[in-house]
Nanobody
Framework: VQLQASGGGLVQSGGSLRLSCRASGFNLAHFPIGWYRQVPGKEREGVSCISSNGHVTDYADSVKGQFTISRDFAKRTVYLQMNSLKPEDTAVYYC??????????????????WGQGTLVTVSS
């Protein structure tokens, strides 16, 4: 299982970024993909997930209406569009998957497989 996150960077408050997660080594169509974020010294925070068939999505309350998750099966890629970014969105963002858990915001931080993250820094 390989998950490669990219697209992070430095952005001003109010700006936007789109993160990408390229998946390989497993059948993407059978498992959910989620994003969680982590700040040093704090717990993982599940941000958003999308179901195996792409029909179900879930978001943490803190990002509802601000972030949008989508997936492109042909490209084996899941995207996280982040708009109206705030300094408190600063974190390392990881994409993850699990072969048993489903797509709920609460489950994402418990997913078993994740790759290296991508750093998002939002300046005020």
């Amino acid at each position: 299982v390989q998950l490669q996150a990219s697209g992070g960077g430095l952005v001003q408050s109010g700006g936007s970024l789109r993160l990408s997660c390229r998946a390989s080594g497993f059948n993407l169509a059978h498992f959910p993909i989620g994003w969680y974020r982590q700040v040093p010294g704090k717990e993982r925070e599940g941000v958003s997930c999308i179901s195996s068939n792409g029909h179900v999505t879930d978001y943490a309350d803190s990002v509802k209406g601000q972030f949008t998750i989508s997936r492109d099966f042909a490209k084996r890629t899941v995207y996280l569009q982040m708009n109206s970014l705030k300094p408190e969105d600063t974190a390392v963002y990881y994409c993850a998957t699990d072969f048993e858990l489903g797509c709920t915001a609460a489950a994402i931080s418990k997913y078993d497989y994740w790759g290296q993250g991508t750093l998002v820094t939002v300046s005020s």
